[in-house]
């Protein structure tokens, strides 16, 4: 067999593998994009919350997108308190300034960034949230303080539309 | 024994042939005004379906449900494709039932994007009760739930006709010629002029017939579009791959002296 | 099995082989000797394997979004064609790949009837696809009832209805099957576990299917026996694997162009109309697959007589490495059963149409007749055609086409041995 002859088999067996290579990889897609959220999931985007009969120092949960959001109305002593701390100390870093926008009122993912449990409120070393299952510690802020989560609780996407009237997402 | 044979083939032509007949002689032959969105590179016609929107909103709309679409369907690729303001505004027209509230009451909002198509009839008793004992179907997926699909519901929107003499109706039962046994309590729903098209479109009864025709097929397979343009790549592809994997098999069976 | 001890080369895989032998399976499967004249009707047992794997993965996926519930099925159903990524795809793959499925399960039944390829020594390799075969109706029967539509419903009441038939305790087990006094959501649910399980039942019978036909080797076109491996067989791999991948990509052409561009044209359109336990379909017809045991049930006036009918049609492919008595296995040197075969062909196309049309008149004679020669095909003519037909010379092997002038397959072998 010539050269020439060997060259041109390799190419069509090479190119028939890679081709089927292709294709098996494009079939394989739909079975795994499958599992994402589907389009009626990725539709329910936002929830508005009514928070007009919120007390200071009280603290409402709504569930959004299947998970708890807390909405607490913050004493002065509790901004105070998520305020005088020096960042430079935190495991991970964020003004109290930049998480609560209105200082009145914090809005969080009431998720633990360690496992997943839900934190319970005006629990804790810090006065804010203290997580049950391992033992992490937030501060009115809800930043991470003492235990293993590394970072602090999640702000979502939020605004007001009127002053009673939050819309998360 | 090749008489035999042949005896098989006429007796297997013979019952097709009946049964085209006495298909033929069931049902009149349904009317086909050529529709886009059938054949290899099938689209729907955007016009047409948010014309046929339109006639869905202001006739059918009325006893017909559409339960498995949401408003946000609108807006969605290979669609009626109304721009995501538009759809925000259809969908705030209608009062949705949610709840309950923190005092365990059960309220009413306007429908966001994301909430299903609001029905006319809180239940389906309910509208075989206001519809004189028939139950107008949801038209979700219409179009496949009937034989003859798109062409069957364009022809029976405009198959009204006068009895034929002799045939005396019910109250709330007209003749269609293309309703098996050709009463149905539907009353003839499309008239010239019925409605005014936003775009400007003459409304007559066959443009309007066509029109939701469209949007229907679409709400029936709101994917259509999407399928047929992966089923064109996914051909051509395995096309190739086929003429590749022949001639590799042509080079490897050359080894032995044997034909493929 | 391959005559040689398979031994790895690496140390490790040495190693491993001695412990769990795969690698000396695989050698097995690779090197396998295969007749080298096998035809393309030969490619469908690999497109089969194809078809059930396809089956299993989409089904899986299918059964993540699917809620099994009287009330939800239908809308579930909507909300995978709808929502969820791809689903439009994956069940459109499903729904028409049982038909596929269908399709080359019956050319390669077929296929073993021109050949003979259910006789001895391949009896139990016959029996192992039967089975397969009565479990594949049983899947996509109670797969038809899941998406809760029309046809589901209707199907389910008259397939489990057949049951009723059975003298004294018909209506305690119909009353079992349904879990209540009609079929409802306990049918339902049951019907999807069993439609979960029966898949992997089906793989282990595969298996089983392949190990016994690994035993004596392929059938191949002429019927002869042939001495593995040797000038008439080729490895199975790459020569039979590239073969059947070739096969298997014109299959999916076809297949892809049902999913894309006519994906319900298998289906009816009652099915689109979710079920209503008071309003029965004008005419309820199965799937196409089963279309002639339809007939044949409907072809009998007897309830009782037409259940043992359609059911004895079935069980009759069962036996039928007994019914054939001829010793010569490929139509190709039977003249008279090549004819025979084609009238059979003819017969079930028959029966098949037959069951699409309403039971009456001219539809229920011609279903009748047919019903009747399906049944002498199997029970008269092929036992008298062992005797009486004179088949033509078959050849000594694949390479030499010379005439061994035996009637007897395995009397030319040992002819051949002698030499």
């Known amino acids: 067999m010539s050269d020439k002859k060997v060259k041109r088999r390799d190419f069509i067996f090479t190119t028939s593998y890679a081709l089927g290579a292709v294709g098996v990889g494009a079939a394989v897609w739909p079975l795994i994009d499958q599992m994402n959220p589907d389009a009626s999931v990725k539709a329910l985007a936002s929830t508005e919350v009514d928070v007009s009969s919120v007390e200071p120092g009280q603290s409402i949960t709504v569930l959004w997108r299947g998970k708890p959001v807390f909405i607490k109305r913050r004493t002065q002593e509790e901004i105070a308190k998520a305020r005088e701390v020096d960042i430079k100390n935190l495991k991970h870093p964020e003004k109290d300034e930049d998480r609560a926008k209105n200082p009145e009122w914090l809005v969080m993912l009431g998720v633990c960034t360690h496992l997943g449990c839900v934190p319970l409120g005006d629990k804790g070393e810090y006065g804010g949230w203290f997580c049950p299952c391992h033992g992490s510690h937030y501060d009115t802020s809800g930043r991470i303080r003492k235990g293993p989560a590394p970072t602090n609780m999640e702000i979502p996407k939020y605004e007001f539309v009127n002053t009673n009237t939050i819309k998360i997402g | 024994m090749k008489n035999f044979l042949k005896f098989f083939l006429i007796i297997l032509v013979f019952c097709l042939k009946i049964s085209f007949i006495s298909a033929a002689e069931q049902t009149e032959k349904l009317l086909n005004p050529g529709w886009g969105f059938k054949g290899f590179f099938g689209k729907f016609d955007r016009g047409s379906l948010q014309r046929g929107y339109q006639v869905y909103t202001e006739v059918c709309a009325a006893c017909h449900s559409i339960k498995y679409l949401s408003y946000r369907n609108l807006s969605e690729t290979g669609g009626p494709e109304f721009t995501e303001d538009q759809v925000k505004a259809i969908a705030s027209q209608f009062e949705v039932t949610d709840g309950p509230n923190d005092d365990g009451e059960m309220f009413t909002r306007p429908a966001r994007p994301a909430d299903n198509f609001v029905?006319?009839?809180?239940?389906?008793?309910?509208?075989?009760?206001?519809?004189?004992?028939?139950?107008p179907p949801d038209m979700s997926v219409l179009v496949k739930a009937r034989k003859g699909g798109a062409d069957y519901i364009y022809s029976l929107l405009l198959g009204y006709e006068d009895p034929p003499s002799g045939l005396s109706l019910d109250d709330g039962v007209y003749y269609n010629k293309y309703m098996a046994g050709n009463k149905i309590k539907m009353s003839n729903p499309l008239s010239e002029g019925l409605i005014e098209y936003g775009d400007g479109t003459s409304a007559t009864p066959e443009q309007m017939a066509?029109?939701?025709?469209?949007?229907?097929?679409?709400?029936?397979?709101?994917?259509?579009?999407?399928?047929?343009?992966?089923?064109?790549?996914?051909?051509?592809?395995?096309?190739?791959?086929?003429?590749?994997?022949?001639?590799?098999?042509?080079?490897?069976?050359s080894r032995v002296e044997s034909k493929v | 099995m391959s005559d040689h001890e398979y031994i790895p080369k690496s140390k490790l895989g040495k190693w491993f082989n001695d412990r769990l032998p795969i690698l000396t399976l695989a050698n097995h499967l690779t090197e396998y000797p295969t007749p080298k004249n096998l035809n393309y009707w030969w490619t469908f047992g690999a497109i089969l394997t194809f078809c059930l794997v396809t089956q299993i993965i989409t089904g899986l996926i299918l059964a993540m979004h699917y809620v099994a519930h009287a009330d939800l099925a239908f809308s579930s159903v909507e909300h995978i064609m709808r929502n969820v990524n791809y689903g439009w795809l994956i069940r459109y793959v499903h729904a028409n790949g049982a038909s596929m499925f269908f399709l080359a399960v019956y050319i390669h039944i077929f296929r073993a009837l021109y050949y003979g390829s259910y006789k001895s020594p391949r009896e139990i390799i016959w029996i192992l696809g039967m089975m397969i075969y009565i479990l594949m109706m049983m899947?996509?029967?109670?797969?038809?009832?899941?998406?809760?539509?029309?046809?589901?419903?209707?199907?389910?009441?008259?397939?489990?209805?057949?049951?009723?038939?059975?003298?004294?305790f018909g209506e305690s087990i119909t009353t079992w099957l349904w879990g209540g006094y009609a079929v409802d959501n306990p049918t339902l649910t049951r019907f999807f576990s069993l439609h979960y399980l029966i898949p992997f039942l089906i793989l282990g019978l595969v298996v089983l299917h392949i190990w016994a036909l690994h035993v004596p080797g392929n059938n191949n076109p002429i019927g002869i026996d042939i001495k593995k491996p040797s000038n008439d067989t080729v490895s199975f791999h790459p020569y039979i694997v590239i073969k059947d991948i070739f096969a298997l990509l014109i299959f999916?052409?076809?297949?892809?162009?049902?999913?894309?561009?006519?994906?319900?044209?298998?289906?009816?359109?009652d099915n689109y109309i979710e079920a209503n336990p008071m309003v029965t379909p004008a005419h309820i017809v199965p799937e196409w697959y089963l279309l002639p045991f339809y007939a044949i049930l409907r072809s009998v006036p007897d309830k009782l007589l037409g259940v043992i009918a359609m059911f004895a049609a079935l069980f009759i492919l069962v036996i039928l490495p007994w019914l054939d008595t001829s010793k010569i296995r490929s139509a190709i040197f039977r003249p008279l059963y090549k004819q025979f075969y084609w009238f059979l062909v003819a017969d079930v196309l028959i029966l098949g149409y037959m069951g699409a049309m309403p039971a009456e008149g001219i539809y229920l004679l011609v279903a009748r007749v047919a019903t009747a020669y399906y049944f002498l095909h199997f029970l008269i003519i092929l036992p008298v055609l062992g005797s009486k037909e004179k088949t033509l010379e078959v050849p000594l092997s694949i390479t030499e086409p010379v005439l061994g002038g035996s009637a007897s397959a395995s009397m030319t072998r040992n002819r051949l041995d002698k030499i």
């Open chain 3, 252 to 269: 999916l052409i076809v297949f892809a162009f049902f999913v894309f561009y006519s994906p319900n044209i298998l289906g009816h359109a």
């Open chain 3, 139 to 168: 899947a996509a029967f109670m797969g038809y009832v899941l998406p809760w539509g029309q046809m589901s419903f209707w199907g389910a009441t008259v397939i489990t209805n057949l049951f009723s038939a059975i003298p004294f």
């Open chain 2, 119 to 135: 029905s006319p009839y809180p239940n389906e008793k309910a509208a075989i009760a206001a519809n004189g004992g028939a139950y």
């Open chain 2, 210 to 253: 066509n029109d939701v025709t469209t949007f229907l097929a679409w709400a029936a397979e709101p994917h259509l579009e999407a399928r047929h343009k992966m089923g064109f790549r996914a051909i051509i592809y395995l096309i190739i791959l086929t003429i590749l994997v022949y001639f590799s098999m042509k080079k490897i069976w």
